[in-house]
Structures are given as structure tokens and as C-alpha cells.
Nanobody, 128 residues
Framework: QLQLVQSGGGLVQPGGSLNLSCTASGFTLDDYYAVGWFRQAPGKGREGVSCINSGDDTTFYADSVKGRFTISRDKTKNTIYLQMNSLEPEDAAGYYC????????????????????WGHGTQVTVSS
């Protein structure tokens, strides 16, 4: 079965950190794919948070997370990660990884591309 399997997330206090991971199952996140993270808060649309081009590791970050979040990937594990630091209540949302073939990381994050695979989502709660 071709899918993205997520782990991580949970409850953290403001200023805390969390790490999300997303592993491809049944296919390889090779140079063909741009992969990234999206989030969706209640009553809001799904927005691109950070994406990476699997070919040259070029990254894209939404302005709201620049300097706080870091996307990375491990080809040997077929996995991407999102390290989230200095978390704010506004970061609370469902987080989803996604992969799209043959596009740049910016097109993926701006949703100017067909998403080939979505992860199942994981909840991030930021609260004291």
C-alpha cells in the first residue's frame, strides 16, 4: 500500500519543541518528489508550512514559521522530519505531510500542484 505514515505531535507548552516525522511506505521519496508539511486549524484552510525538494534539498518555509521550524529528510530512512521550536498557540493545528511528484518545493507548499500522497495527520496542541 502506498502511503505516508506520520508520527510525533502531541501537547506542548508555549515555547516548547516537537518533532514530526513522515515515512513513505510502498514507494521511495527520491529526487522526483517534493515533500512537505501542511497544517489545518479548526475553521481554517490547509496551509503549507514547509516543503523540501528531494532533488537538491531546496526548502520553503511559510513566513509564520521561518527561524522556528526546520524541515529535513533522511533518504536512508525514506523519511522527512519537521523540527518545531519556540512553539506558539497559533501553531496548534492538525499537521499533514504530503508528497507531489515532478514539482518544486514552493509549488507544493503553495498548493500549485496535485498532491499525490497525504499523510493521515497528527495533532499539535500548544497550551499552558
Amino acid at each position: 500500500q502506498l502511503q505516508l505514515v506520520q508520527s510525533g505531535g502531541g501537547l506542548v507548552q508555549p515555547g516548547g519543541s516537537l518533532n514530526l516525522s513522515c515515512t513513505a511506505s510502498g514507494f521511495t521519496l527520491d529526487d522526483y518528489y517534493a515533500v512537505g508539511w501542511f497544517r489545518q486549524a479548526p475553521g481554517k484552510g490547509r496551509e503549507g508550512v514547509s516543503c523540501i525538494n528531494s532533488g537538491d534539498d531546496t526548502t520553503f518555509y511559510a513566513d509564520s514559521v521561518k527561524g522556528r521550524f526546520t524541515i529535513s529528510r533522511d533518504k536512508t530512512k525514506n523519511t522527512i522530519y519537521l523540527q518545531m521550536n519556540s512553539l506558539e498557540p497559533e501553531d496548534a493545528a492538525g499537521y499533514y505531510c504530503a508528497a507531489s511528484g515532478g514539482v518544486t518545493e514552493s509549488r507544493l507548499c503553495r498548493r500549485n500542484a496535485v498532491i499525490d500522497y497525504w499523510g493521515h495527520g497528527t495533532q499539535v496542541t500548544v497550551s499552558s
